[in-house]
């Protein structure tokens, strides 16, 4: 039991003491037990203050503190430092929100506010009495960060962590790196192909001793937490032995009889089941198993297949694991302004792929493509269903697509049917030159959508638009590109393995936009790039750079210092009912042998003292350091007056 | 539903307009722009209308004509989208849209064509001098006698059918359902407007050049009547010689300054001169110049020596009555006096 408190009382300029009387608040608990010193202040924050608080702790010995004052939000850590410069230890110090809890929620009521206030700093002070000085709990962390996801992002955090010597696994689902921009031809603002940025990451991957590239790789489970994550990872097979050459490689993808949709061309055009693009790296091709027929015809012409090669499942550690997981293309649904129904409806991805792969005529479908309507925001800014936000990326994409047909193709004439054009930024000089070009747009709202029809076997597009006093305008193109937008990855595996929670949108959430945006809920789980929510390509890339750093932070003392705020188990109380488990929202809790019997045991590196699992235990064998039973009891005793 | 022309836009670009394509409809254009109103409001509609090519829009609207030019759309303009320029050449179209010949058209968008016709003319009235063996008498005497024909002839022929189709555009083509009263009613407003430009005292900070167009008007009106009417060069009233001074100077001092203000290019108005602009104002100098020296000539009686200058002012003269009057910029004296005609008759 602690004997000499110090209490301060803010007046917060006004912000309290204009509806609390703050001086009754210093009179009404100066007499309570164990309180030494009792002080009204104008500002607690001051700098001059503070010092004050150091002085006096340091002169008269005190043992707690209390400032009763704005939200702990605000001016925890502030005080918490306090105690610490007086060489007092920081749990030591209980702070009392008299602020948003008092003054400005019973600006109606002074003598009630003022009231209140006295209970709860006598609240504060019953807790404080009862305090206990802890250490940080400290965990080994190992220098090492997994990487899932070897698109943009997540290729360029790797080289970063390479670069600050720490050894990088990086894991790629599907057989090639570079994720969707090693599908884009010529990219704003830099003029460079997708393929070429890329190929430059991959390169420097390559030549990084520190970087592990696992591709066909995929993660399966997970053991550990921060610190030490523990992985299980599938590796599938590429059914290829050695590197060979590119005319042996032609041969073989001439005689394969299986002709599978082109995913890498967003199935424009076909492909073969032993495939590689030539965008895409590593320079290797691959058996696509699925659709193989084993018909034997490539092993005839080449000694290189072989199908004897098996799946792998492997353990990989890290202190710190990057998820930079990427996005779907949204799909629209069929019908959706013509889509699957209408022939020439395609979607952006799909005719910046027709682009590239088109040289001397825009052919589709054997016709030639004169006019180009693009109707945009499909699948974003939808006020009904989840896609609400807007993709960010596909104003400019469509753009700078639509300026790249004009210049590779003669005579084309584009169409614009927007909701509102967003070129942010630099990229506003796109949409000027586009208009400036001789580019149509036109808009409409939600509500009134445009309509794309067939009219005498010619596509018809029909607006209101908005920006000629809402007349019906047609436009007979031959050709409809739906401006898509980005979605989360229907594959789920990535957040049920690691519990990893979604926005609203079901983009993987940061803990603060602004503040932490590169962090999760999951200690030491960081994620980076389209994962997140849409980005473009500046931007995915910025936040890779961004995670790195933060996943490095995590690992590079090969030690971390958590919160010792945790729950703890009573070992003799506990008989295992497995309540406590199931109420756990961070996997923190597991069964234990202790001697022959069952008892539950905390993962201090994972527990983050949220108290979920106190309430539920039938024997009340868990406590929660810092917040025991005694001390939240000695609260509630003064709140209610008894104290 | 109207759909998309977007060769419109290549056509009105030999009018003179260009980049009107850069326009993302802000409508600051149309916030700044002193006369635009409510009911009436441009140039960002006209400059949309352009963009898609809404060509029978166009050529029912008035709104080109209510815009007396100050240029502060342009200033303003934060995409340099030059909305004062566009509606400058949406009046160049819209004069070649009324003109019945289609030769309007040909001379705004081909400068070799007009090249070739003022020589044609000059070309005639030197061989119609030679084959009277440059008799200076009957020269002057035809000479008066074109004026006449000419003035009769290219008010029937050109003019007069013009405003027909004109009104045919504005009123009937849309059918809009006026009493006719209305069309007495407004008379009074044709006639102010014809004389005095009352409209373009709304433009912003317009006063002085209000004023100089106004008495260049006037001077010419005077020049025309004064020549016509009452035979200046063969005149001997002295009221009738000092009167055609005054005016012949007024049109020429007047137009020098519209000269030098197209050459200096400080202000928006005088910034982007087409062939057709040149034409008309070098012409009108060039008339009030050499209607001065040739009565200046006369009175100092060295016109017989020099014949020559009696053909310049002649040559100038047919020149300007045969193709800039019926098919240049002059008609827009009509235009726009009609078009507030029109414009009160339907409001």
């Given at each position: 039991m602690k004997k000499k408190l110090g209490v301060y009382i803010c007046h917060c300029g006004g912000n309290i003491s204009d509806y609390i009387d703050v001086e009754k608040v210093r009179a009404a608990i100066e007499n309570e037990e164990g309180v030494f010193l009792a002080k009204t202040t104008m500002f607690a924050c001051s700098d001059a203050t503070q010092k004050e608080m150091v002085q006096d702790i340091e002169t008269n010995d005190l043992d707690g503190l209390v400032v009763a004052s704005c939200s702990p939000k605000l001016h925890l850590i502030t005080f918490r430092a306090v105690t610490e410069r007086a060489q007092l230890n920081k749990y030591n110090y209980v702070h009392a929100n008299i602020?948003?809890?008092g003054s400005w929620a019973h600006s109606d009521d002074k003598e009630g506010a003022t009231e209140k206030a006295v209970q709860l700093v006598k609240a504060a002070v019953a807790k404080v009495r009862l305090s206990k000085s802890l250490e940080p709990i400290k965990i080994p962390s190992k220098k090492a960060v997994v990487i899932i996801g070897a698109g943009i992002a997540g290729m360029r955090a790797a080289i970063e962590l390479a670069h600050m010597g720490c050894p990088v696994t990086l894991i790629e689902r599907d057989h090639f790196t570079g994720g969707r921009v090693a599908q884009w031809d010529i990219l704003f603002t830099s003029d460079q192909t997708g393929r070429e940025i890329v190929s430059r990451l991959y390169n420097e991957i390559n030549n990084s001793k520190n970087i592990t590239l696992l591709t066909g790789a995929e993660v399966i489970s997970n053991k550990g937490s921060i610190g030490n994550f523990r992985l299980q990872v599938k590796i599938k097979p590429r059914y290829i032995k050695d590197h060979f050459d590119d005319d042996k490689l032609k041969k073989v993808i001439a005689v394969c009889p299986v002709e599978v949709p082109d995913e890498y061309n967003f199935n424009v055009t076909n492909r073969k089941a032993i495939y590689q693009n030539p965008g895409q790296y590593p320079k290797y091709p691959v058996i696509d198993i699925k659709n193989c027929t084993r018909c034997g015809e490539c092993e005839k012409v080449c000694d290189?297949?072989?199908?004897?090669l098996k799946e792998e499942v492997i353990e990989v550690e890290a202190g710190s694991i990057l998820v930079a997981t990427g996005f779907d293309p949204y799909i629209p649904q069929d019908g959706e302004f013509g889509y699957n129904e209408i022939d020439n409806v395609i979607t952006l991805p799909q005719f910046k792929r027709l682009i590239d792969l088109c040289h001397n005529d825009l052919l589709f479908n054997g016709k030639a493509i004169k006019s180009i309507a693009y109707i945009y925001c499909v699948g974003s800014r939808q006020s009904e269903g989840e896609n609400k936000y807007c993709s960010r990326y596909c104003c400019t994409s469509a753009i700078h697509t639509s300026i790249q047909v004009k210049k590779n193709f003669k005579n084309v004439k584009n169409f614009h049917f927007t909701r509102g054009i967003r070129t942010y930024g630099k990229q506003e000089l796109l949409y000027y030159e586009s208009q400036k070009d001789g580019d149509i747009y036109l808009q409409s709202y939600e509500e009134n959508p445009l309509m794309v029809s067939t009219e005498n076997g010619k596509i018809c597009v029909k607006i209101n638009d908005i920006l000629t006093g809402n007349r019906e305008i047609s436009v007979e193109p031959d050709l409809v590109v739906l401006v898509t937008g980005i979605v989360p990855r229907s594959d789920t595996s990535i957040s049920q393995i690691f519990k990893l929670p979604g926005g609203r949108d079901r983009f993987f959430n940061e803990i603060h936009p602004k503040l932490r945006p590169v962090e999760t809920v999951i200690d030491g789980i960081t994620i980076a790039g389209t994962c997140q929510g849409p980005k473009n390509v500046t931007e995915s890339l910025n936040s890779g750079l961004s995670a790195a750093t933060k996943s490095f932070s995590l690992v590079n003392k090969g030690e971390l210092e958590l919160e010792p705020i945790i729950a703890e188990i009573d070992k003799n109380k506990c008989t295992w009912c497995g309540e406590c488990e199931k109420a756990c929202p961070f996997d923190a809790i597991r069964m234990v042998k202790q001697g022959d019997k069952d008892v539950a045991a905390i993962n201090n590196s994972v527990c983050k003292g949220c108290g979920m699992c106190l309430p539920v235990c039938p024997v009340n064998a868990i406590n929660l350091i810092s917040y025991s039973d005694k001390e939240i009891e000695s609260m509630i005793d003064s709140l209610a007056g008894k104290g | 539903m109207t759909a998309i022309n977007t060769d419109f836009g290549k056509d009105l670009s030999k009018y003179g307009a260009f980049d009107f394509n850069a326009c993302y409809n802000c409508g600051t254009c149309t916030a700044v722009c002193t006369l635009s109103t409510e009911e009436d409001s441009f140039p960002r509609e006209m400059q949309r209308f352009s963009v898609l090519g809404l060509e029978d829009d166009l050529k029912g609207s008035l709104k080109p004509w209510l815009c007396y030019y100050c240029g502060q759309c342009t200033t303003y303009c934060p995409q340099n989208a030059n909305p004062g320029e566009l509606m400058m050449s949406l009046r160049r179209w819209l004069i070649s849209v009324y003109d019945w010949t289609g030769l309007s058209g040909l001379l705004y968008k081909s400068l070799p064509a007009t090249t070739a016709g003022m020589i044609l003319i000059a070309a005639v009235v030197l061989f119609y001098s030679f084959s009277v063996d440059f008799d200076l008498s009957r020269i002057m005497h035809t000479g008066h006698t074109f004026e006449i024909i000419a003035i009769v002839g290219v008010f029937s022929i050109i003019l007069l059918p013009n405003l027909i189709r004109m009104w045919w555009f504005i009123i009937l083509k849309p059918r809009i359902q006026v009493p006719v009263i209305n069309y007495l009613k407004a008379l009074w407003d044709l006639i102010v407007h014809m004389f005095t430009q009352k409209r373009a005292l709304g433009c912003d900070d317009n006063e002085l050049r209000w004023f100089e167009h106004f008495i260049l008007v006037l001077g010419y009106l005077g020049l025309l009547f004064t020549t016509v009417f009452l035979n200046w060069f063969s005149s001997d009233s002295v009221f009738v010689i000092v009167m055609g001074y005054i005016v012949s100077i007024i049109v020429f001092t007047v137009t020098l300054i519209f000269v030098y203000d197209r050459i200096r290019k400080k202000d928006e108005i005088s910034k982007y001169s087409q062939p057709s602009d040149w034409l008309f104002i070098i012409w009108l100098t060039a008339m009030g110049l050499s209607a001065f020296i040739v009565r200046l000539f006369i009175d100092t009686g060295l016109l017989e020596n020099n014949k020559w200058l009696y053909l310049v002012h002649l040559i100038i003269l047919a020149q300007w009555a045969l193709i800039i009057v019926p098919f240049g910029k002059w008609t827009h004296f009509l235009y726009r006096s009609f078009a507030m005609y029109f414009h009160r008759v339907i409001s």
């Open positions: 602020r948003e809890q290189n297949i072989d199908f004897s | -």
